[in-house]
């Protein structure tokens, strides 16, 4: 069989795999004998005929399914549309008419989407709001409901955080008087309540922060005061030559205050006067003493031990 006879041959039984609807067969075929042949243009028009008849089917389906989905475009079943068309981009992708209606479909259930978020927003705002006034074990209760209902959503999860921070600024411009006090057991009293309705909140957070700082600061202020007065009752103490007490009062002070040097100073002074003072009685009492030492000595000698 000649060259030409041979290709003639090839190309009718190509034809016929094409006119039998054996598409992806007779295409397999052709790059086949393209491979074999690379100078044989018959074979690639015979891939381009296979081409067309492929695009031409898919068109065919996907206005099938386009004609199919019609009914739900009344129903603004978007989401339905959307299910049957955008398979169809895996066998239309550059179907210019088949991108239209998905991409209208997306843009109408993006806006249904945000309309019936915005009615949810507005309606349950309208509930909360009422209950904010009026009944505040009601609020929580509600708070708690809708995010039982809906668990992981943003917008429910957003609104309930937001009223609960708003029903805590309340309780905390409520108790301003409270909280601007030293009543500092009253007012740690007050947040433990507040984080039974928000344990997270950034707002008590804060006030508990706040809270530590102040009583840090007014211990510091009231160490400092005790400090400062005692000074004039250790200088009384020193000048009055009570030095014993005076450095078991500096060792009081010092518990409080360790790195006080001023009162290190006052301390190591007071032990130095009562080291003083002690050999100063120890000699005055020996020459209070010597006379009769020196008597009893003469008479009886024998009760005194020489070294």
Same mark, same amino acid.
């Given at each position: @069989? ?65 004609? +199919? ?42 806006? +249904? ?22 009944? +505040? ?8 409901? @809708? ?11 957003? @609104? ?9 600024? @309340? ?25 039974? =309705? ?28 005790? =400090? ?22 500096? +060792? ?13 100073? /006052? ?8 080291? /003083? ?31």
């Amino acid at each position: @069989m000649s060259d030409k006879a041979f290709f003639t041959q090839v190309e009718q039984n190509i034809e016929i795999m094409i006119s039998e609807g054996k598409l992806k067969d007779a295409y397999e075929k052709c790059k086949g004998y393209l491979s074999e042949y690379p100078d044989e243009d018959v074979f690639i028009d015979l891939m381009r005929k296979i081409e067309d008849r492929v695009e031409e089917k898919n068109n065919k389906l996907i206005k099938g399914k386009i004609d +199919e989905v019609k009914p739900l475009w009344a129903k603004n079943d978007y989401v339905g549309i959307l299910n049957k068309l955008k398979p169809l981009l895996e066998i239309g992708p550059n179907n210019t008419k088949l991108k239209g209606l998905i991409q209208k479909a997306q843009e109408e259930y993006r806006d +249904e989407v945000e309309q019936l978020q915005k009615n949810f927003k507005e309606q349950n705002e309208e509930k909360l709001n009422k209950l904010l006034k009026n009944d +505040e074990k009601g609020l929580l209760e509600e708070l708690f409901a @809708m995010e039982k209902n809906s668990p992981g959503n943003k917008q429910v999860l957003e @609104m309930t955080k937001r009223y609960r921070d708003i029903l805590i600024k @309340m309780k905390i411009d409520g108790k301003e008087d409270l909280i601007y006090s030293e009543k500092f057991e009253d007012i740690a009293h007050f947040i433990s309540q507040l984080k039974r =309705i928000d344990k997270d909140s950034k707002r008590i957070n804060d006030l508990e922060g706040g809270l530590r700082l102040r009583q840090h600061g007014t211990q510091v202020e009231e160490k400092d005061e005790y =400090i400062y007065k005692s000074y004039t009752h250790l200088d009384t103490l020193m000048r009055l030559g009570k030095y014993d007490k005076a450095t078991r009062v500096a +060792e009081e002070l010092l518990a409080v205050d360790k790195s006080n040097k001023k009162l290190l100073e /006052i301390k190591k002074k007071a032990e130095r006067k009562v080291n /003083i003072k002690s050999r100063e009685d120890a000699i005055n009492s020996i020459e209070e003493n010597l006379p009769a030492l020196k008597k009893d000595y003469k008479a009886d000698k024998t009760q005194f031990i020489k070294i």
